[in-house]
């Protein structure tokens, strides 16, 4: 007995940990280094129109997750099988599948958040992240690779999504979740809500700026000329 | 006295601040300071084909704000002549001016001392030279604001601009953006309530909607004109005298600096003469407008579009923009033909929002900022224009 599995652990590759240093940079990479949003600039039309409330931001990036990990799963299992001259066609009726019930779930239980979100969870088939993750990444991985660089992903664009929706629920309404942050003295004293921060152009400046710290904080990303 | 303040500077103050001195970071901020005072004692070396002149970018900025002097001085009378008006008491014209300029100054502190601030930071920080840019865009933010606006907002937007407008691009001289309306762009649409109305153009009346003495409102002849379902010219007239001439000299409610068209024609007149602002623009920009609102006046469909075309010239920011804001030579077309193009377009364009937009009845502001967007694009084909002009010729010589 003891020989034969020897003989089977000669011949099969050394089994990957499961999180080893290569699976744990497809988590982290996406947070920084190579971020949807702020490096590769994709899934920007939902950044900037869903980020005026916390919640709207934290409930998308949510969904963007669930979607994600299912497409990227469902993906990565079936990439033998798809050919590729369809490949795109079926990448987006799984995406499309995932989507409807991601809406039904939030139709069910968040129905306002939902109702603020309106088209944007629809809008979630063509976003552009979901569908480089698919081409680029479980076309061609495993099940379980595809499943962090998914989470990997979701987080990248969902803290970017939360930290733009902070800074203008804050200063655009002067609100956290929906809850007023900012004491009713500061208003007395003259303060007032920046009307601008509402305004999509605004949401396309914090990220803007968010780019600009994150740049001069990661000297990686500078590039040389 | 000039001079030994000068040797003194040299000898005492500037060793600690040059290559390995206690304060070599701040270097910026002194080298400002002192230049800003002195004539600097380097010149451009005799290679090359350089024009030595003693018109530096700071001498070339100081005379813009000397232009804007009249504007300045007119706005703070007029901000005490309308306070007197709305009141009705008695006044004399120290009364007024006194009135206006302690309305005035702090809003022109509050904008230079954030924007100079946002410059002496970044100069320390990128280690350059601190831009003299500031010195037109902190007098313009004020002059194009209406008074009662509070300071904190003033401060807000001027550090917005100077960081979004012009630092990113790479500072003074990189800005696409026209710094001031940048400005007041983010004013008008941050905090729309204190930008717009009949409350905040006449000093000391934001709680309630300021009447004058006989009744009429505070709001300025733009939003009259949008607001009339018919017949503004004469309802103007009523209120104001003969309108035209009322514009024209400025003693009507509107932001501090660009009421009178007469105090900005000195301006313009100073930076022609000085061969500063481009007299291209600022014809063309004229011609634009007068099209502009003669072909409104053919429509006819509204009473807004019956308006004379020559009242356009003289209501709101039109004049005021034209002169000191679209010259502005970083944002402009820089080729001859591209300033004619692109001052006719913020006359016409500037008119067009004004007339066609309710909401927005200072085009002149958002046509400036979108003509600064497209002038690289005008000067693209202006350029590409001329060498295909030239490769012509050449070919047809050759052949």
């Given at each position: 007995m003891s020989e034969t599995a020897e003989a089977t652990a000669v011949v099969k590759e050394p089994r990957e940990p499961l999180f080893s240093s290569k699976n744990k940079k497809l988590l982290s990479?996406?947070?920084?280094?190579?971020?949807?949003?702020?490096?590769?600039?994709?899934?920007i039309c939902s950044a900037l129109a869903i980020t005026v409330q916390v919640k709207q931001a934290v409930v998308m990036s949510l969904s963007v997750l669930v979607v994600m990990i299912g497409a990227n799963l469902i993906v990565s299992l079936m990439r033998n099988l798809i050919p590729s001259r369809v490949r795109i066609i079926v990448q987006l009726v799984i995406v499309a599948a995932l989507v409807i019930l991601v809406d039904q779930v939030l139709k069910a239980y968040v129905y306002d958040v939902s109702k603020q979100l309106s088209v944007f969870v629809g809008l979630i088939i063509t976003n552009c992240i979901i569908m480089g993750r698919l081409e680029a990444f479980a076309l061609a991985n495993k099940p379980w690779p595809s499943f962090l660089d998914a989470i990997g992903n979701a987080a990248g664009y969902g803290w970017i999504l939360i930290a733009v929706a902070v800074v203008r629920e804050l200063f655009g309404s002067g609100k956290f979740w929906g809850y007023?942050?900012?004491?009713d003295a500061v208003y007395d004293f003259g303060y007032f809500n920046n009307g601008?921060?509402?305004?999509p152009p605004m949401a396309l400046i914090t990220v803007g700026i968010i780019i600009w710290i994150q740049r001069s904080k990661n000297t990686k990303l500078i590039e040389e000329n | 006295m000039s001079n030994a303040i000068h040797n003194f500077l040299e000898k005492n103050i500037k060793p600690s601040f040059d290559?390995?001195?206690?304060?070599?970071?701040?270097f910026p901020a002194y080298d400002a300071l002192e230049t800003f005072l002195f004539v600097p004692?380097?010149?451009?070396?005799?290679?090359?084909?350089?024009?030595?002149?003693?018109?530096d970018m700071k001498r070339t900025m100081i005379m813009v704000v000397l232009a804007m002097v009249p504007a300045l001085l007119f706005g703070m009378w007029n901000t005490g002549y309308q306070y007197f008006l709305s009141t009705g008491e008695a006044y004399t014209f120290m009364d007024a001016f006194l009135y206006g300029a302690l309305k005035v100054l702090p809003l022109v502190v509050v904008s230079y001392a954030a924007g100079l601030g946002v410059e002496f930071v970044f100069a320390i920080i990128n280690k350059h030279q601190v831009a003299e840019g500031f010195l037109v865009s902190g007098m313009l933010i004020p002059l194009c604001?209406?008074?009662?606006?509070p300071l904190w907002m003033v401060a807000a937007a001027t550090i917005f601009a100077v960081v979004i407008g012009k630092e990113v691009f790479g500072g003074t001289g990189m800005n696409i953006l026209n710094v001031a309306l940048t400005a007041r762009a983010f004013l008008l649409f941050a905090y729309p309530t204190w930008m717009s109305?009949?409350?905040?153009?006449?000093?000391?009346?934001?709680?309630?909607?300021v009447a004058y003495?006989?009744?009429?409102?505070?709001?300025t002849l733009l939003a009259q004109a949008t607001e009339r379902s018919s017949g503004f010219v004469d309802a103007a007239g009523v209120q104001y005298g003969d309108s035209f001439w009322s514009a024209f000299m400025g003693m009507?409610?509107?932001s501090i600096g660009e009421t009178s068209t007469l105090a900005i024609m000195i301006g313009a007149a100073i930076l022609l003469i000085t061969g500063i602002a481009s007299w291209k623009v600022m014809f063309s920009g004229i011609a634009g407008a007068y099209v502009m609102g003669l072909l409104f006046n053919l429509w006819g469909a509204n009473p807004f579009m019956e308006v004379?075309?020559?009242m356009h010239l003289v209501m709101g920011g039109f004049a005021f923009g034209i002169v000191?804001?679209?010259?502005?030579p970083v944002t402009a077309a820089q080729t001859s033909t591209g300033k004619y193009i692109y001052g006719f377009l913020i006359g016409f364009l500037g008119i067009m929002i004004r007339v066609f937009n309710p909401a927005y009845p200072e085009g002149i502001m958002l046509a400036i900022l979108f003509m600064n967007v497209m002038a690289p694009l005008i000067d693209h084909y202006v350029v590409e224009a001329n060498i295909k002009r030239r490769q012509k010729r050449t070919m047809a010589v050759a052949a």
């Open positions: 990479d996406p947070l920084n280094d190579d971020n949807p949003i702020t490096i590769q600039v994709l899934g007023q942050v900012i004491p601008l921060m509402i305004l | 290559k390995g001195g206690k304060l070599e970071n701040f004692g380097h010149t451009t070396n005799g290679k090359g084909s350089h024009i030595r002149d003693g018109i604001l209406p008074v009662e606006i109305g009949d409350k905040v153009w006449i000093g000391g009346g934001t709680d309630e909607a003495a006989d009744g009429s409102t505070g709001a009507i409610p509107g004379p075309a020559h000191f804001m679209a010259t502005d």
